[in-house]
């Protein structure tokens, strides 16, 4: 469903990204670690065509993302880094607009899909409440929705449990279990249980390159008895 | 194309959800139409046109066109909303132009809501209406090359302050290169021959805005609106596609 090939973004002098190459299937919860900085936000900026790459490209379901990036924008529902979304509107008028821009436009139409995703994020108590006055957890629940809005069969996820408390860490986490199996997930994270409570595939980036892509049980196994984050380190001790 | 509608919807009621909207057409009338009766003798003229309202427009426009327009794209790149708006299925240049036409819009509407001073005019005497809705037509014309100066200026910065500023600069060149202080010191002081002068007073507001004012609807001063407005709308994508 994504096939991501040589990916590299430079800022000025600084290789963020440095050939990058990955596929995930449908199916697939692809936990995306790194120490901050190490290229995992760049990356997904660039296969969710926010970014132009440098060099290489990226392809959902086949659509090269440097050649038609609206296609591929129609096929993905992203979660931007700490979810933003405009404040002044409330979560109805906010995930409308979303509906409008991704064709759902008959009134109908567009409040099934803005209920669907409200009830699939648990957003009913606040969905007349302006979106500034909301707490972090329906915040980030909000941008989840917008990402859910279309049911796009891929979806990039930038830190979706940032900031949430455990108990909302393990809503979400059981949301994008849920519907996974349908879908192609790439979620970044630096919370190392997470990859062990929700992904089946790992991939580490370290100073813009990929330094391990296996399953969580492999990677364990490449230190045993080590914690992960004793193998993390191990792995991405240059970028300090 | 489809996808101007929803970002021009979402833009414009944005406006209305905030202070903003309200501050500005209540600012915007009040000063327009205070210059008229104070500065340009809107009743002591006894003459029924709306010329002392609109003569007022180009240095008006000065302030209130940046102060409209400095957030198009700055507030978006300062929320980090900018990247919602581009992983969303529409293009660059569609946003432009569903945003610009949302502020252009909201520009009118403050200029038109001045539509009693033309019914105290007919009422107190017998005003030409094609001068009228010239003025009208040329002010709101004048209005959008503003603001494609403005959204241009939007669009480098995520500070607002900054993006004012620029803008405000920029309308200023453009204003003064068509007063007739501007052209003097061209042809006396700098000695330059009073075609190249003209020339150089033809990119200005001014110029062009001169005619509405008195009923005449030129296709050139039309067009150099337009181009001016596509001009400028042209070079925000650009900054914008980085």
């Known amino acids: 469903m994504i096939e991501v090939k040589g990916l590299v973004k430079t800022y000025g002098t600084k290789r963020a990204v440095d050939g990058v190459t990955f596929t995930v299937k449908r199916g697939d919860i692809l936990g995306f670690l790194g120490p901050n900085g190490a290229g995992k936000s760049t990356t997904m900026k660039m296969i969710t065509g926010f970014l132009r790459p440098d060099a290489g490209t990226a392809m959902v379901d086949g659509i090269d993302v440097t050649v038609d990036p609206v296609a591929v924008k129609q096929k993905l529902g992203y979660l931007p880094e700490s979810a933003p979304a405009y404040p002044e509107m409330t979560v109805e008028e906010f995930l409308g607009f979303i509906a409008e821009v991704r064709g759902f436009r008959a009134a109908d139409a567009k409040r099934a899909q803005v209920d669907r995703a409200i009830n699939l994020t648990h957003l009913a108590p606040v969905r007349k409440q302006s979106i500034e006055t909301l707490s972090k957890g329906f915040k980030q629940r909000v941008g989840f929705a917008q990402a859910l809005l279309h049911d796009p069969g891929v979806l990039v996820l930038d830190e979706p449990t940032d900031g949430l408390d455990p108990n909302q860490k393990n809503e979400v986490r059981s949301l994008i279990k849920n519907m996974a199996s349908a879908k192609a997930v790439i979620l970044s994270t630096h919370i190392l249980e997470e990859v062990d409570a929700i992904c089946n595939r790992v991939i580490i980036i370290s100073r813009g390159k990929v330094v391990a892509d296996e399953t969580p049980e492999r990677l364990r196994a490449r230190q045993p008895g080590a914690r992960l984050d004793e193998i993390f380190r191990t792995l991405t001790h240059g970028d300090i | ?242």
């Open chain 2, 1 to 242: 194309m489809r996808q101007i509608s929803p970002i021009f919807k979402r833009e414009f009621v944005g406006y209305f959800r905030s202070p903003v909207a309200y501050v500005f057409l209540i600012v915007f009338l009040l000063s327009s139409v205070l210059l008229a009766f104070f500065a340009g003798g809107f009743f002591r003229g006894r003459v029924a046109t709306l010329e002392s309202y609109f003569y007022f427009h180009p240095w008006l426009f000065l302030f209130l066109v940046p102060a409209a327009g400095m957030r198009l794209w700055s507030e978006e790149k300062r929320s980090g909303t900018v990247e919602l708006l581009f992983t969303l299925p529409i293009t660059t240049l569609e946003a432009v132009i569903g945003k610009f036409l949302a502020a252009w819009a909201f520009l009118a509407l403050a200029i038109l809501m001045s539509f009693p001073m033309p019914i105290t005019l007919a009422y107190l005497g017998a005003p030409d209406w094609g001068v009228i809705i010239s003025g009208y037509a040329g002010s709101i014309l004048m209005g959008g090359a503003y603001l494609g100066v403005c959204s241009l200026m939007s669009a480098l910065t995520k500070n607002q302050v900054i993006s004012f500023v620029l803008s405000v600069f920029i309308c200023v060149i453009l204003v003064l290169l068509g007063t007739s202080m501007f052209s003097g010191f061209m042809t006396g002081f700098l000695g330059m021959p009073v075609a190249f002068a003209d020339a150089i007073a033809n990119f200005s507001y001014l110029t062009h805005f001169d005619a509405f004012t008195k009923g005449v609807i030129d296709p050139k001063d039309v067009l150099f609106f337009f181009s001016l407005m596509g001009f400028t709308l042209f070079l925000n994508v650009v900054a914008l596609e980085r």
